[in-house]
């Protein structure tokens, strides 16, 4: 079984403070990583993934599989990161897409 | 091409009656997935399709809920006799599956409410 973990339900920073969204999954083969958003009134979707290794809007996530974690990181946060932030994990044969919780970012100006 | 496109936006119904939502995915994207996602929730998986093929079907979900993707396009989800606690959000999202690492493109969502 696949299993994505978000401890936070809410993070609030202030501006320019470096932010850290907690993420950790429970699979037992090598799983692909992704951290998707979800700005106020739109769509969700895809900020980053592990295996391109790229930094989005300032944003970084390393793959720890001796931790099992992705954390997401970005050392100035802004106000318009401010939204629902989604871990999620695809594994499996078929590669199916399991999504954490969710992280509710709030970024005081 | 203007992305996942969902009907209706907003659906409310009686409890007992059946309800069917409509999802067409981006063009050629062979992977349509289902989810719902209630408030306070990160999105859970429902069922989702390679093509035609439904490939996983979630186990929490009872048999009154189906879906069916004919010839590979649009998808279909039906809840037969809703329940209260059928209310939420179903998003449907579509990718181009080559094997891993997939991006999901989601649609706008399907909001139920069952009174």
């Known amino acids: 079984a696949q299993r994505v973990t978000q401890p936070e339900k809410l993070l609030s920073v202030f501006k320019g403070a470096p932010v850290e969204l907690k993420c950790n999954y429970s699979y037992s083969g090598s799983p692909e990583l992704f951290w998707y958003v979800q700005y106020s009134r739109q769509r969700l979707q895809l900020l980053l993934r592990?295996?391109s290794r790229e930094s989005i809007k300032g944003f970084t996530a390393d793959l720890n599989k001796g931790e099992t974690s992705f954390h997401l990181k970005k050392p100035f946060a802004q106000e318009e990161d401010s939204a629902m932030y989604y871990c999620?994990?695809?594994?499996?044969?078929?590669?199916?897409?399991?999504f954490g919780t969710g992280t509710k970012l709030q970024v005081i100006p | 091409d203007t992305g996942v496109s969902q009907n209706p936006r907003h659906k409310i119904t009686k409890r007992g009656q059946n309800v069917t939502f409509r999802c067409d995915p981006i063009?050629?994207?062979?992977?349509l997935y289902w989810y719902r996602q209630t408030l306070g929730q990160g999105p859970e998986f429902l069922t989702y399709?390679?093509?035609?093929?439904?490939?996983?079907k979630s186990r929490l979900l009872s048999d009154r809920f189906s879906a069916e993707r004919p010839k590979g396009s649009f998808s279909t989800l039906e809840i037969q006799r809703t329940e209260q606690g059928d209310s939420a959000m179903y998003l449907c999202?579509?990718?181009?599956?080559?094997?891993?690492?997939?991006?999901?493109?989601f649609g706008s969502g399907t909001q139920l409410s069952v009174l």
């Open positions: 399709f390679q093509n035609e093929a439904q490939l996983e």
């Open positions: 999202a579509s990718s181009p599956y080559t094997g891993g690492g997939e991006k999901l493109f």
């Open positions: 592990h295996i």
């Open positions: 063009s050629e994207h062979n992977r």
């Open positions: 999620a994990l695809a594994g499996g044969g078929y590669q199916k897409v399991t």
